[in-house]
């Protein structure tokens, strides 16, 4: 009886205890519930990720900036076909306005030196008020101003290439940092597989150890292959990190923000393409008609010879009325 008494006694903490540690670990499962619904990095999708870069992309903004510059001085380089206008005016006060002359002590040498009006001088001495109107109009100039425009129209346009062509590599440095991070990620996933394995085959090793059913080495080894996994997952997660910093570099983004991203939409069927001559032939002539850095240098290069016409002109006369 007394033997049944200390029985009952002594597992009634035990019962306590396993209440207690349930209680605690519902306890944590109810509070870290929200808190992992909360720091949930937010949803990114290819097609997002895209239109974040068109829109806060530097690069681009520069291009876009570049090209508008180059348009302008298109409107400038015009500016030789319209009239010159000249307004001009002079205005003089006596003596007290004249230019310094005359003896030390004379009042002039305090005076301001008069204006006067193109094609007439100020009299330092009487009072003199007179304005004057100049039109001048360019009749010919043997092709300066229109060579001057072709040119800067092509640079203009070679401007709005290059735009284009920095548009293409920042939607192509976009999608690829996105491959990069799915790539990254089910890679880190295959590394927790292998150190979960690692794991069970670590505890299946320690029981066999303790039931003397295999040596120690087996386990020291089962160890030793867990710590190499750890340092490989370790190795994994970094090489995420990696990932989505050069994934918010190529959105323009300076802060370093993960994101759960779109697996299956990112991943598109590739058409068919043939691998005869006389396809890689039209794929060849479609990129040498639609590269826009190939445009490009056909415009700049047009706006050279431009220049060298309008340089040429330079040794003719200009005829101004």
């Keep these: 009886m007394e033997r049944h008494r200390g029985s009952r006694h002594a597992h009634r903490p035990v019962g306590v205890d396993s209440v207690v540690r349930a209680l605690c670990v519902v306890a944590l499962a109810l509070t870290r519930g929200p808190l992992q619904a ?3 990095p937010p949803r990114l999708t290819l097609d997002q990720a895209l239109q974040t870069a068109l829109k806060q ?9 570049q090209a508008g510059a180059a348009a302008a001085r298109v409107g400038q380089a015009r500016a030789g076909w319209m009239p010159l206008i000249v307004l001009q005016g002079t205005a003089t006060d006596g003596p007290l306005g004249a230019p310094a002359f005359g003896p030390l002590g004379n009042p002039a040498n305090f005076g301001a030196p008069p204006l006067s009006v193109q094609g007439m001088a100020g009299d330092p001495v009487k009072k003199q008020f007179g304005g004057g109107l100049n039109i001048t109009q360019t ?3 043997f092709g300066r101003t229109q060579h001057l425009v072709a040119s800067r129209r092509g640079l203009a346009r070679a401007a709005e290439d290059d735009a284009e062509t920095q548009k293409a590599l920042v939607l192509v440095s976009v999608q ?3 491959l990069n991070v799915l790539r990254a990620q089910q890679l880190r996933a295959v590394q927790q597989q292998n150190v ?16 003397q059913l295999k040596a120690g080495v087996d386990l020291q080894l089962a160890q030793a292959n867990l710590a190499e ?10 090489d ?3 990932a989505f910093a050069a994934l918010n570099n190529a959105m323009g983004a300076t802060a370093m923000t993960a994101y759960t991203l779109d697996a299956a939409g990112a991943v598109t069927a590739a058409p068919g393409q043939s691998g005869s001559s006389a396809g890689v032939e039209a794929a060849t002539s479609r990129a040498l008609a639609q590269r826009p850095e190939l445009r490009s240098a056909a415009f700049q290069r047009q706006a050279a010879s431009e220049s060298i016409r309008g340089v040429r002109s330079e040794l003719m006369p200009r005829v101004d009325a």
């Design 139 to 141: 009749l010919l100039d």
């Design 240 to 242: 995420v990190r990696y």
């Design 196 to 211: 979960a394995q690692r794991e069970a085959t670590v505890k299946q090793a320690q029981v066999f150890v303790e039931g």
């Design 176 to 178: 690829q940092a996105y």
């Design 38 to 40: 909360q720091e949930a």
């Design 57 to 65: 992309h530097p690069s681009l903004q520069r291009t876009e900036a």
């Design 229 to 238: 996994a750890n340092v490989a997952l370790i190795a994994a997660d970094n």
